[in-house]
């Protein structure tokens, strides 16, 4: 169940991050972007966290960690 938390704390972070993200020439510095430099990559690596504290299986750990890094 902790599991789920993380992930959807995650999915938080990226639709926060999502409604932020502007397409220009300059840096986004207001939301997400003013605390945290990534807040797209921190999503995904709290929901990759979290999947692999619900499925709780080794190899999963091994393959997304191969498919994100």
Same mark, same amino acid.
């Given at each position: 169940m902790r599991g789920l938390w993380v992930v959807i704390i995650? *999915?938080?972070?990226?639709?926060? %991050? $999502?409604? @932020? %993200? +502007? =397409? !220009?020439? =300059?840096?986004?510095t207001s939301g997400p972007y003013a605390h +945290?430099? $990534? /807040?797209? @990559?921190?999503g995904s690596f709290l929901i990759m !966290?979290?999947? *692999? +504290?619900?499925?709780?299986? /080794?190899?999963?750990i091994l393959v997304l960690s191969l498919l994100v890094f």
């Open positions: 995650g *999915l938080l972070v990226r639709t926060w %991050a $999502n409604g @932020y %993200a +502007i =397409k !220009t020439e =300059k840096l986004t +945290i430099r $990534n /807040p797209l @990559y921190v !966290t979290g999947l *692999l +504290i619900v499925l709780q299986v /080794p190899i999963t």
